[in-house]
Protein backbone atom coordinates (compact mmCIF):
# COMPACT_ATOMS: atom_id res chain seq x y z
CA UNK A 1 0.00 0.00 0.00
CA UNK A 2 1.43 3.60 -0.94
CA UNK A 3 2.86 5.58 1.85
CA UNK A 4 1.01 9.12 1.88
CA UNK A 5 2.89 11.83 0.45
CA UNK A 6 2.83 14.80 2.58
CA UNK A 7 0.32 18.15 1.26
CA UNK A 8 -1.30 15.93 -1.82
CA UNK A 9 -4.90 15.07 -1.65
CA UNK A 10 -5.31 11.42 -0.55
CA UNK A 11 -7.84 9.25 -1.22
CA UNK A 12 -10.09 5.65 -0.97
CA UNK A 13 -9.87 3.37 -3.43
CA UNK A 14 -11.83 0.29 -3.15
CA UNK A 15 -12.12 -2.99 -5.34
CA UNK A 16 -15.75 -5.03 -5.80
CA UNK A 17 -15.22 -8.42 -7.43
CA UNK A 18 -18.35 -9.95 -8.39
CA UNK A 19 -19.64 -13.19 -9.07
CA UNK A 20 -17.79 -15.60 -6.58
CA UNK A 21 -20.61 -18.20 -5.90
CA UNK A 22 -20.75 -21.95 -5.55
CA UNK A 23 -18.96 -22.64 -8.74
CA UNK A 24 -16.00 -20.58 -8.12
CA UNK A 25 -12.91 -22.52 -8.11
CA UNK A 26 -10.43 -20.57 -5.71
CA UNK A 27 -7.20 -21.55 -7.54
CA UNK A 28 -8.73 -19.01 -10.17
CA UNK A 29 -9.61 -16.47 -7.31
CA UNK A 30 -6.22 -16.57 -6.38
CA UNK A 31 -4.58 -16.27 -9.64
CA UNK A 32 -6.34 -12.96 -10.24
CA UNK A 33 -5.36 -11.50 -6.59
CA UNK A 34 -2.48 -13.80 -5.26
CA UNK A 35 -0.08 -11.57 -7.23
CA UNK A 36 -1.35 -8.39 -5.34
CA UNK A 37 -1.24 -6.63 -1.81
CA UNK A 38 -4.18 -5.16 -2.06
CA UNK A 39 -7.41 -5.41 -0.21
CA UNK A 40 -10.42 -6.71 -2.28
CA UNK A 41 -14.34 -7.46 -1.42
CA UNK A 42 -15.95 -9.93 -3.02
CA UNK A 43 -19.59 -9.36 -3.40
CA UNK A 44 -20.92 -13.42 -3.20
CA UNK A 45 -23.36 -15.22 -4.69
CA UNK A 46 -25.19 -16.84 -1.22
CA UNK A 47 -26.92 -19.83 -3.59
CA UNK A 48 -26.68 -19.39 -7.22
CA UNK A 49 -29.24 -20.64 -9.39
CA UNK A 50 -29.10 -22.30 -12.91
CA UNK A 51 -28.70 -19.05 -15.03
CA UNK A 52 -26.26 -18.28 -17.76
CA UNK A 53 -23.00 -16.39 -16.74
CA UNK A 54 -19.61 -16.45 -17.02
CA UNK A 55 -19.01 -17.50 -13.65
CA UNK A 56 -21.10 -20.88 -13.82
CA UNK A 57 -20.21 -23.80 -16.14
CA UNK A 58 -21.93 -23.91 -19.31
CA UNK A 59 -23.30 -27.34 -18.36
CA UNK A 60 -25.67 -25.28 -15.41
CA UNK A 61 -27.28 -22.39 -17.91
CA UNK A 62 -30.08 -24.28 -18.84
CA UNK A 63 -31.95 -27.77 -19.17
CA UNK A 64 -31.78 -27.87 -15.00
CA UNK A 65 -34.29 -28.40 -12.88
CA UNK A 66 -35.33 -23.92 -12.68
CA UNK A 67 -35.70 -24.54 -8.63
CA UNK A 68 -32.14 -26.41 -8.17
CA UNK A 69 -30.07 -24.05 -5.95
CA UNK A 70 -26.12 -24.44 -5.10
CA UNK A 71 -25.59 -23.30 -1.41
CA UNK A 72 -21.70 -21.45 -1.27
CA UNK A 73 -21.29 -24.04 1.78
CA UNK A 74 -21.41 -26.79 -0.52
CA UNK A 75 -18.06 -25.75 -2.10
CA UNK A 76 -15.88 -26.95 0.95
CA UNK A 77 -12.34 -25.78 -0.55
CA UNK A 78 -13.37 -22.57 -1.81
CA UNK A 79 -14.97 -21.58 2.24
CA UNK A 80 -11.91 -22.94 3.53
CA UNK A 81 -9.73 -20.49 0.97
CA UNK A 82 -12.51 -17.34 1.66
CA UNK A 83 -12.50 -17.63 5.01
CA UNK A 84 -8.65 -17.98 5.27
CA UNK A 85 -8.57 -14.65 3.16
CA UNK A 86 -11.10 -12.95 5.44
CA UNK A 87 -8.86 -13.97 8.65
CA UNK A 88 -5.69 -12.09 6.86
CA UNK A 89 -7.87 -9.40 5.89
CA UNK A 90 -6.91 -10.21 2.37
CA UNK A 91 -10.95 -9.99 1.56
CA UNK A 92 -14.28 -8.64 2.66
CA UNK A 93 -17.53 -10.10 1.84
CA UNK A 94 -20.19 -8.16 0.45
CA UNK A 95 -24.04 -9.99 -0.70
CA UNK A 96 -24.39 -10.24 -4.57
CA UNK A 97 -28.27 -10.81 -4.85
CA UNK A 98 -29.36 -14.80 -3.63
CA UNK A 99 -29.30 -16.81 -6.96
CA UNK A 100 -28.61 -14.49 -9.39
CA UNK A 101 -31.42 -16.57 -11.56
CA UNK A 102 -32.34 -13.78 -14.51
CA UNK A 103 -35.90 -14.08 -15.39
CA UNK A 104 -38.01 -12.85 -18.49
CA UNK A 105 -39.44 -10.61 -15.70
CA UNK A 106 -35.38 -9.40 -15.42
CA UNK A 107 -32.72 -9.66 -13.05
CA UNK A 108 -32.98 -10.80 -9.19
CA UNK A 109 -33.49 -7.82 -7.52
CA UNK A 110 -34.93 -5.99 -10.44
CA UNK A 111 -38.30 -7.48 -9.55
CA UNK A 112 -40.66 -7.13 -6.54
CA UNK A 113 -42.47 -9.97 -4.29
CA UNK A 114 -40.03 -12.33 -1.93
CA UNK A 115 -36.76 -9.67 -2.19
CA UNK A 116 -36.99 -9.33 1.56
CA UNK A 117 -36.39 -13.30 2.36
CA UNK A 118 -34.14 -13.11 -0.27
CA UNK A 119 -32.00 -10.85 1.41
CA UNK A 120 -32.49 -12.04 5.26
CA UNK A 121 -31.85 -15.78 4.07
CA UNK A 122 -29.01 -14.93 1.78
CA UNK A 123 -27.09 -12.96 4.53
CA UNK A 124 -27.55 -15.24 6.88
CA UNK A 125 -26.39 -17.80 5.00
CA UNK A 126 -22.81 -15.64 3.82
CA UNK A 127 -22.62 -15.02 7.73
CA UNK A 128 -22.82 -18.12 9.07
CA UNK A 129 -20.40 -20.22 6.31
CA UNK A 130 -18.13 -17.58 6.35
CA UNK A 131 -17.87 -16.29 9.75
CA UNK A 132 -18.46 -12.81 9.14
CA UNK A 133 -20.56 -9.54 9.27
CA UNK A 134 -22.09 -8.84 5.88
CA UNK A 135 -24.02 -5.77 5.38
CA UNK A 136 -22.84 -4.50 1.72
CA UNK A 137 -25.36 -5.28 -1.11
CA UNK A 138 -24.33 -5.34 -4.48
CA UNK A 139 -26.98 -5.48 -6.84
CA UNK A 140 -27.00 -8.23 -9.66
CA UNK A 141 -26.62 -7.06 -13.07
CA UNK A 142 -26.90 -3.67 -11.30
CA UNK A 143 -30.67 -3.50 -11.29
CA UNK A 144 -32.86 -2.37 -8.18
CA UNK A 145 -36.55 -2.20 -7.84
CA UNK A 146 -38.42 0.03 -5.52
CA UNK A 147 -39.11 -3.13 -3.29
CA UNK A 148 -35.45 -3.94 -3.47
CA UNK A 149 -34.53 -0.74 -1.96
CA UNK A 150 -36.92 -0.85 0.50
CA UNK A 151 -35.99 -4.47 2.08
CA UNK A 152 -32.50 -3.31 1.81
CA UNK A 153 -33.58 -0.08 3.74
CA UNK A 154 -35.64 -2.30 6.29
CA UNK A 155 -32.39 -4.63 7.00
CA UNK A 156 -29.73 -1.28 7.52
CA UNK A 157 -27.69 -2.54 4.14
CA UNK A 158 -26.29 0.06 2.30
CA UNK A 159 -25.92 -0.59 -1.14
CA UNK A 160 -23.27 -0.25 -3.66
CA UNK A 161 -23.92 0.11 -7.52
CA UNK A 162 -24.02 1.87 -10.53
CA UNK A 163 -26.60 5.06 -10.40
CA UNK A 164 -27.85 4.71 -13.33
CA UNK A 165 -31.39 4.39 -14.04
CA UNK A 166 -31.54 1.18 -16.04
CA UNK A 167 -33.23 -1.84 -14.21
CA UNK A 168 -34.16 0.85 -11.09
CA UNK A 169 -37.89 1.83 -10.20
CA UNK A 170 -37.40 6.28 -11.05
CA UNK A 171 -39.30 6.80 -8.13
CA UNK A 172 -39.40 10.32 -6.78
CA UNK A 173 -35.80 9.52 -4.39
CA UNK A 174 -34.36 7.95 -7.50
CA UNK A 175 -35.01 10.46 -9.76
CA UNK A 176 -34.16 13.44 -7.22
CA UNK A 177 -30.72 11.66 -6.67
CA UNK A 178 -30.10 11.26 -10.44
CA UNK A 179 -30.80 15.31 -10.50
CA UNK A 180 -28.17 15.97 -7.79
CA UNK A 181 -25.86 13.85 -9.69
CA UNK A 182 -26.62 15.52 -12.64
CA UNK A 183 -25.48 18.91 -11.29
CA UNK A 184 -22.36 16.81 -9.74
CA UNK A 185 -21.75 15.72 -13.02
CA UNK A 186 -22.23 18.85 -14.96
CA UNK A 187 -19.49 20.63 -13.00
CA UNK A 188 -17.24 18.53 -13.27
CA UNK A 189 -17.35 17.79 -16.94
CA UNK A 190 -14.87 18.08 -19.23
CA UNK A 191 -16.23 18.29 -22.78
CA UNK A 192 -18.55 20.78 -24.03
CA UNK A 193 -22.26 21.27 -22.77
CA UNK A 194 -23.57 19.81 -25.90
CA UNK A 195 -21.56 16.38 -25.22
CA UNK A 196 -22.79 16.53 -21.37
CA UNK A 197 -26.68 16.33 -22.55
CA UNK A 198 -25.68 13.71 -25.00
CA UNK A 199 -24.08 11.78 -22.09
CA UNK A 200 -26.36 12.46 -19.69
CA UNK A 201 -29.29 11.27 -21.63
CA UNK A 202 -27.53 8.35 -23.01
CA UNK A 203 -27.38 7.72 -18.90
CA UNK A 204 -30.85 8.27 -18.81
CA UNK A 205 -32.53 6.70 -21.48
CA UNK A 206 -30.04 3.40 -21.71
CA UNK A 207 -28.07 3.53 -18.39
CA UNK A 208 -24.95 3.30 -20.57
CA UNK A 209 -22.48 2.85 -17.69
CA UNK A 210 -19.47 3.35 -20.34
CA UNK A 211 -20.20 7.43 -20.40
CA UNK A 212 -17.74 8.59 -19.40
CA UNK A 213 -19.34 11.76 -16.86
CA UNK A 214 -18.31 12.10 -13.17
CA UNK A 215 -19.85 10.30 -10.35
CA UNK A 216 -19.43 11.84 -6.69
CA UNK A 217 -16.81 10.31 -4.69
CA UNK A 218 -18.89 10.25 -1.70
CA UNK A 219 -21.74 8.10 -0.16
CA UNK A 220 -25.56 9.62 -0.53
CA UNK A 221 -28.44 9.17 0.88
CA UNK A 222 -31.64 7.45 -1.33
CA UNK A 223 -34.69 7.57 1.18
CA UNK A 224 -33.52 6.49 4.00
CA UNK A 225 -30.33 4.10 3.09
CA UNK A 226 -26.64 4.48 1.76
CA UNK A 227 -25.21 4.12 -1.38
CA UNK A 228 -21.99 4.63 -3.31
CA UNK A 229 -21.26 5.13 -6.82
CA UNK A 230 -18.69 2.27 -8.55
CA UNK A 231 -17.15 2.45 -11.57
CA UNK A 232 -16.95 -0.36 -13.86
CA UNK A 233 -13.69 -1.64 -15.65
CA UNK A 234 -14.91 -2.57 -18.54
CA UNK A 235 -11.93 -3.74 -21.21
CA UNK A 236 -13.91 -2.17 -24.84
CA UNK A 237 -14.55 1.00 -23.01
CA UNK A 238 -10.55 1.69 -21.99
CA UNK A 239 -9.42 3.55 -19.11
CA UNK A 240 -9.49 7.55 -20.02
CA UNK A 241 -13.01 7.74 -17.85
CA UNK A 242 -11.71 5.44 -14.97
CA UNK A 243 -8.48 7.62 -14.81
CA UNK A 244 -10.77 10.74 -14.65
CA UNK A 245 -12.66 9.23 -11.89
CA UNK A 246 -9.96 8.10 -9.96
CA UNK A 247 -8.18 12.14 -10.64
CA UNK A 248 -11.29 13.62 -9.33
CA UNK A 249 -11.86 11.63 -6.49
CA UNK A 250 -8.29 12.20 -5.43
CA UNK A 251 -8.80 16.01 -6.19
CA UNK A 252 -11.65 15.70 -3.52
CA UNK A 253 -10.03 13.87 -1.26
CA UNK A 254 -12.95 11.36 -1.60
CA UNK A 255 -13.95 7.50 -2.35
CA UNK A 256 -13.59 5.61 -5.38
CA UNK A 257 -14.59 2.13 -6.08
CA UNK A 258 -13.70 -0.11 -8.81
CA UNK A 259 -16.08 -2.57 -10.03
CA UNK A 260 -15.13 -5.71 -11.96
CA UNK A 261 -15.36 -9.81 -12.01
CA UNK A 262 -12.44 -12.14 -11.17
CA UNK A 263 -13.79 -13.78 -14.36
CA UNK A 264 -13.16 -10.57 -16.60
CA UNK A 265 -9.36 -11.35 -16.07
CA UNK A 266 -9.70 -14.37 -18.35
CA UNK A 267 -8.79 -11.78 -20.92
CA UNK A 268 -5.04 -11.05 -20.58
CA UNK A 269 -5.62 -7.49 -21.60
CA UNK A 270 -8.03 -6.98 -19.22
CA UNK A 271 -5.23 -7.24 -16.38
CA UNK A 272 -2.78 -5.53 -18.45
CA UNK A 273 -5.23 -2.94 -18.47
CA UNK A 274 -6.46 -3.23 -14.56
CA UNK A 275 -2.27 -2.88 -13.82
CA UNK A 276 -2.26 0.50 -15.63
CA UNK A 277 -4.57 1.77 -13.60
CA UNK A 278 -2.96 0.55 -10.47
CA UNK A 279 0.27 1.90 -11.45
CA UNK A 280 -0.98 5.22 -12.75
CA UNK A 281 -3.01 5.57 -8.91
CA UNK A 282 0.07 4.85 -7.47
CA UNK A 283 2.64 6.69 -9.08
CA UNK A 284 0.31 9.92 -10.41
CA UNK A 285 -2.24 9.79 -7.26
CA UNK A 286 -2.27 9.42 -3.86
CA UNK A 287 -4.49 5.97 -2.83
CA UNK A 288 -5.24 4.70 0.81
CA UNK A 289 -6.48 0.88 -0.16
CA UNK A 290 -8.97 -0.06 1.74
CA UNK A 291 -12.36 -2.46 1.56
CA UNK A 292 -15.70 -1.22 0.20
CA UNK A 293 -17.14 -1.11 3.77
CA UNK A 294 -15.34 2.05 4.18
CA UNK A 295 -16.40 3.67 1.28
CA UNK A 296 -19.77 3.94 3.72
CA UNK A 297 -17.27 5.92 6.31
CA UNK A 298 -17.91 9.61 7.06
ZN1 LIG B 1 -23.11 -10.47 -10.94
Not at 4 to 25: G, K, L, S
Not at 135 to 140: C, L, N, Q, R, Y
Request: glycine share 6%; charged share 30%; net charge negative.
Amino acid sequence: MGEARPNTPMFEFAIRDADTNYHTDPEELDRVWGRYDLPVSLAVVPKHGPTRSPAVPEDYWYDRDPDERFPLADNEALVEYLRDGVEADRYSVLQHGYDHVRTPAGPEFARHGDLQERLVDGREHLESTLDVDVDVFVPPDGALSSAGSRALERERMRTLHYLTLRGRTRSPAVVRTFAADALFKYRHRTGGRLTFLQDLYRLWAIGDRSVGLASRPEPYRVDGGWEFTAVSLVESAGLARVKRQLRLADALEGKFCLALHYHDFRSERFREQFEELLRYARTELDPKFVHCEALFRG
